[in-house]
């Protein structure tokens, strides 16, 4: 495929569309991929024009970040490669400060990650998950204290409240601190809750949206069934798991795979495809992070983009997996707001009011030969 890459939020960072997660990289989880199945998929990726890698400190142990950097390394791509890394999950049993959004556990935490990858920079670091504790006040200015070091070169954050990333990127804003370029976020046909407040707060905020578990950890890849017995993948080992991420098998969700299959047939392509196509070409979706854990499903993946789904499938798939809007949206739909413009028609900008930027050509030559 023919890789497109834009800018990461308002920074001048440019990403492939998709990017290639690492957390199957090693087996120390009892699930994931051995060393040379994981140098496979990002010799693929790397292949077909990827350039965005998204690592944690967290993941296998360390072992994905040390691979992803000895991989980067073996083909001499670290100026090309833009490497994403998170940290505040604590790998130390028994000590509070080796976890969460503290300026001491960054600091440390940074440093590992930077020995683990082989590089002296990282290009995107995101806080993990919030802790419910550290002021924003406290990981911006740290974060920024990162990217003037040169350490960091842009700041993110993942899973976190929308109120909490829109008090960090105000704090930003006032403080003149390196502002969040990009907020890793879970999104998929099934869960769909980011497009509230998420979506409109990274549109207007600059803030691109990194879409983690894309396929609802694989429920939508088309191997699992409502009556299946017998255990065929990942999320079958995780039917007793308090982990919010992996509880898919729903009545709700059993519809969407259902009438993803239906599409997917209709388009002829496969599930995975279908599911990642629609995640991609949703609004605020910088790139989506694909998580395989075989050649061929990278391979798959990888082909995401190379289509269209036309609007009346769209439709479909936009109907069996919508949910009402909560409150306050509710009231922010044109039956309350119409209330607002005295019922005349009144929008922010007209259509193609400012074009998107898109450069592509062949570049000039500068030699008379």
């Not at 087996?27 to 140098?39: F, L, V």
Request: neutral net charge; aromatic residues 10%; without cysteine.
């Amino acid at each position: 495929m023919s890789m497109t890459y834009y800018t990461l939020g308002n920074s001048g960072l440019r990403v492939s569309r998709l990017a290639l997660g690492t957390m199957t990289f090693g087996k120390e989880w009892g699930w994931g991929t051995d060393r040379d199945t994981a140098r496979a998929m990002f010799d693929a990726y790397v292949e077909a024009g990827g350039n965005f890698f998204d690592t944690a400190d967290f993941y296998t142990g360390g072992t994905a970040e040390a691979w992803l950097g000895e991989f980067i390394a073996e083909r001499g791509l670290r100026d090309t490669a833009v490497i994403a890394s998170k940290f505040t999950m604590n790998m130390q049993p028994g000590n509070p400060n080796a976890g969460g959004n503290g300026r001491k556990n960054i600091m440390r935490a940074v440093d590992a990650s930077l020995k683990r990858l082989g590089t002296d920079y990282i290009d995107l670091y995101l806080m993990h998950v919030w802790d419910r504790l550290t002021p924003a006040e406290e990981v911006m200015r740290t974060l920024d204290d990162l990217v003037r070091v040169g350490k960091v070169r842009h700041v993110g954050l993942s899973d976190v409240p929308a109120w909490y990333a829109g008090r960090a990127q105000a704090i930003a804003e006032l403080r003149g601190y390196e502002p969040v370029s990009a907020l890793q976020l879970e999104y998929s046909l099934a869960e769909r809750m980011i497009e509230n407040e998420f979506v409109p707060f990274g549109t207007r905020h600059g803030a691109g949206i990194m879409v983690w578990s894309p396929l609802a950890s694989g429920l939508l890849s088309g191997k699992y069934r409502p009556a299946q017995a017998g255990n065929v993948g990942r999320l079958d080992g995780f039917r007793n798991s308090t982990h919010p991420g992996f509880q898919k098998f729903t009545e709700r969700n059993w519809a969407i795979v259902a009438e993803l299959e239906k599409v997917a047939s209709e388009l002829g392509r496969s599930m995975p495809q279908v599911a990642l196509n629609w995640v991609a070409t949703q609004p605020g979706i910088a790139t989506i992070i694909l998580g395989a854990t075989t050649l061929s499903q990278i391979q798959d993946n990888l082909s995401a983009l190379n289509f269209d789904i036309p609007a009346r499938l769209r439709d479909r798939l936009d109907s069996v997996s919508g949910t009402p809007a909560p409150f306050p949206y509710s009231y922010f739909g044109p039956q309350i707001q119409a209330r607002v413009t005295g019922g005349a028609a009144t929008g922010d900008k007209p259509s193609g009011y400012a074009s998107p930027v898109l450069v592509e050509g062949v570049p000039a030559s500068v030699s008379t030969n």
